[in-house]
């Protein structure tokens, strides 16, 4: 209805039309951040209202808390990833949300960049999370299912202690070791060095690493005195 009603909206936003909501995987987004866009909306039908039994709109608001969680773990604002309702009616209410969509990108600068971060580790980053999304997904199946469908359910419990400590131990843990391994791919390093590259403490990065070397993917050399991939 927006371009109907001649809705004057984001002339510097490209949409990609999905069946639903729950079509819209991890994988679009981190695809879309690793193919140089700012930022990923997601609009849909309001709770209540999917076309399909599957509810698809609660499994976006699932995705919506987990990738904005990713986001902020790996040093990008949360920000640059939105889900709003929006029906098929609402042409202006399209194209007030998108406008302040944009503009809210806009002042926050080109990914990375706005953050300060190295263009080179961002991609990193990203990559990394990119081909973690099946384990992911396979963690919020098992793990990370809210079973009252309703958004105020939802939002509680992606607001929980539960959620933060499921996180961390099976999701965050996985992509620290996952930036490790590719990281030590391309040299050695030195506990410190992988602390600055992927942003946690030393003392953390020494636990993974000596971590990671117990379980015989990487080995210290103490000729170099450097973390190396066996």
Known sequence: ????????????????????????????????????????????????ECHYLTQGNYGALSTLHIGRKLLEMIGLSPDRLRLDYISASEGSRYAEVINDFSSKVKALGPHGKGEGIDETVLRRKLEVVYNLVP??????????RVPVRSVEAYNAFFDSDEFDKIFQDLVADKVELSQIMTILREKPCSAGEISEIIGVTPGEAANQLNRTARQGFIEFDESQMRFCVV
Not at 15 to 22: A, E, K, L, Q, S
Not at 34 to 46: A, T
Not at 135 to 144: A, C, D, S
């Open 135 to 144: 384990y992911i997904k396979l963690v919020e199946r098992e793990r990370l």
């Open 1 to 48: 209805m927006a371009g109907v009603s001649r809705q004057q909206y984001a002339s510097d936003i490209k949409i990609v039309r999905v069946m639903c909501t729950g079509r819209v995987d991890l994988a679009f987004i981190y695809r879309a951040l690793l193919n140089g866009k700012d930022g990923v909306f997601i609009g849909g039908c309001w709770p209540g």
